[in-house]
T-cell receptor, first 116, second 119 residues
Framework: DAGVTQSPTHLIKTRGQQVTLRCSPK?????VSWYQQALGQGPQFIFQ???????QRGNFPDRFSGHQFPNYSSELNVNALLLGDSALYLC???????????????FGPGTRLTVL | AQKITQTQPGMFVQEKEAVTLDCTYD???????LFWYKQPSSGEMIFLIY??????QNATEGRYSLNFQKARKSANLVISASQLGDSAMYFC????????????????FGQGTRLTINP
């Protein structure tokens, strides 16, 4: 049973560029959440996708956008990159049970983005 | 607003000893979930254990147990018989109350505790 996968593993970009990160959820999961983890910090919630819609969003600017596909995979796009966007980007998948279960989020290995 | 506090930036423990990692939380909602994750140097967050706010008993998963004290708003992780492979960052997280947005599952994380197991 494949877990959550993310690509690419590492990425180096320059300021002002755009980047797309990809995530495939764990088999059977329908919900994808994205988190940004700066060095030495805990992850910060960016947004969550369910049924191809953005269901909830954290305190991130509109430069951060996403998409969920019919197969539940997801992309995170960041435009006009800033030095401060350098971080580990984590994707987590879960099964939405409407509160009936723990709805545990399982994380992928992350994409480490460096902005120069 | 929800908040998770982990007051131990780093801990050093001898192999085979038990270790307790502290976590306190703040929420005004009666319904919430608490999670612990392990993050090795590779970066992946590994789910360890879950405790629901209405659960009557403390959660246990193998060598991991959660010391849940609701009145004190604390959810400490206890690792019994520590192993060298337990060396990692450990994060406590809270799930936003599920009924605020149907099925929403945003996690709020603490700053983490770096655990080092010495041989």
């Amino acid at each position: 049973d494949a877990g959550v996968t993310q690509s690419p593993t590492h990425l180096i970009k320059t300021r002002g560029q755009q980047v797309t990160l990809r995530c495939s959820p764990k088999s059977g999961h329908d919900t994808v959440s994205w988190y940004q983890q700066a060095l030495g910090q805990g992850p910060q919630f960016i947004f969550q996708y369910y049924e191809e819609e953005e269901r909830q969003r954290g305190n991130f600017p509109d430069r951060f956008s996403g998409h969920q596909f019919p197969n539940y995979s997801s992309e995170l796009n960041v435009n006009a990159l800033l030095l401060g966007d350098s971080a580990l980007y984590l994707c987590a998948s879960s099964l939405s049970t409407g509160g009936a279960g723990t709805d545990t989020q399982y994380f992928g290995p992350g994409t480490r983005l460096t902005v120069l | 607003a929800q908040k998770i506090t982990q007051t131990q930036p780093g801990m050093f423990v001898q192999e085979k000893e038990a270790v307790t990692l502290d976590c306190t939380y703040d929420t005004s909602d009666p319904s919430y979930g608490l999670f612990w994750y392990k993050q090795p140097s590779s970066g992946e967050m590994i789910f360890l254990i879950y405790q629901g706010s209405y659960d009557q008993q403390n959660a246990t998963e193998g060598r991991y147990s959660l010391n849940f004290q609701k009145a004190r708003k604390s959810a400490n992780l206890v690792i019994s018989a520590s192993q060298l492979g337990d060396s990692a960052m450990y994060f406590c997280a809270m799930r936003e109350p599920w009924y605020s947005i149907q099925g929403a599952q945003k996690l709020v994380f603490g700053q983490g505790t770096r655990l080092t197991i010495n041989p």
